[in-house]
C-alpha cells in the first residue's frame, strides 16, 4: 500500500511541475486541479483528512476561478466564499496545529488564484508551497514533499523566465 500511495503522489507532483510553467491562467489552474485531486487521493490513504478536504474543495474553487478570470468577472466574492469553505472543512477535520497550516495555505492560494496575474499567482504561491512542504513532512507524504520541493523550483524558474527576464528585458530597451 505504501507504494501505491507514494506512485500517486508521484503523478501530483507531475501536474505541479507543469503548472508553474504555464503562461496561462486556465492552464496554470488545470495543471494545479489535477495535482489537487491526485494529492487528494493520496491524503486520503495516508488518513490525512484535512488535506484531503481542502484539496478537493481546492479542485472547485480552481474551476470556478479559471471561468471567472477567463471572463473577466470579478472573484471577490469567490476569493471570501471560498476561504470560509477551507476555515469550515479545516476544523472539521482537525488533525492539531498541521492543519492550521493548511487552512492558512488554502486561503493564501485562493487570495493568489483569485488574480488573474500570473506573477502575482506564481509570487503568492511561493508561500504557500512552503507550508506545504511542512504538512508534507508532519503527514509522512514522501511525495508530497518532493513535490513541494519541485513545486519550489519550478516557481523559482518561472518567476525568473516568465516574470523577472521580460521585465528586465523591457527596463534594458528603454
Excluded at 494529492?39 to 488535506?51: D, K, N, P, V
Excluded at 470556478?64 to 479545516?90: C, E, M, R
Aim: glycine share 6%.
Amino acid at each position: 500500500m505504501d507504494l501505491v500511495i507514494q506512485i500517486t503522489g508521484i503523478l501530483g507532483i507531475l501536474a505541479s511541475v507543469i503548472s508553474f510553467q504555464c503562461k496561462k491562467h486556465k492552464s496554470i489552474l488545470f495543471f494545479r486541479s489535477a495535482n489537487e485531486f491526485i494529492f487528494a487521493i493520496q491524503y486520503f490513504l495516508l488518513g490525512a483528512y484535512t488535506g484531503m478536504a481542502v484539496n478537493l474543495v481546492g479542485c472547485l474553487r480552481n474551476y470556478v476561478f479559471s471561468k471567472q478570470v477567463s471572463n473577466n468577472n470579478k472573484t471577490a466574492a469567490s476569493i471570501t466564499f471560498f476561504s470560509l469553505l477551507f476555515i469550515t472543512f479545516g476544523f472539521l477535520t482537525w488533525q492539531g496545529w498541521k492543519s492550521m497550516l493548511i487552512i492558512v495555505a488554502k486561503v493564501l492560494s485562493t487570495i493568489a488564484y483569485g488574480n488573474k496575474n500570473t506573477t502575482f499567482v506564481r509570487t503568492g504561491i511561493l508561500i504557500t508551497s512552503t507550508s506545504w512542504l511542512i504538512y508534507n513532512c508532519c503527514v509522512s507524504s514522501v511525495a508530497g514533499v518532493i513535490c513541494e520541493a519541485f513545486t519550489l523550483l519550478s516557481l523559482v524558474a518561472g518567476i525568473i523566465r516568465l516574470d523577472v527576464i521580460p521585465a528586465l528585458s523591457k527596463h534594458t530597451a528603454k
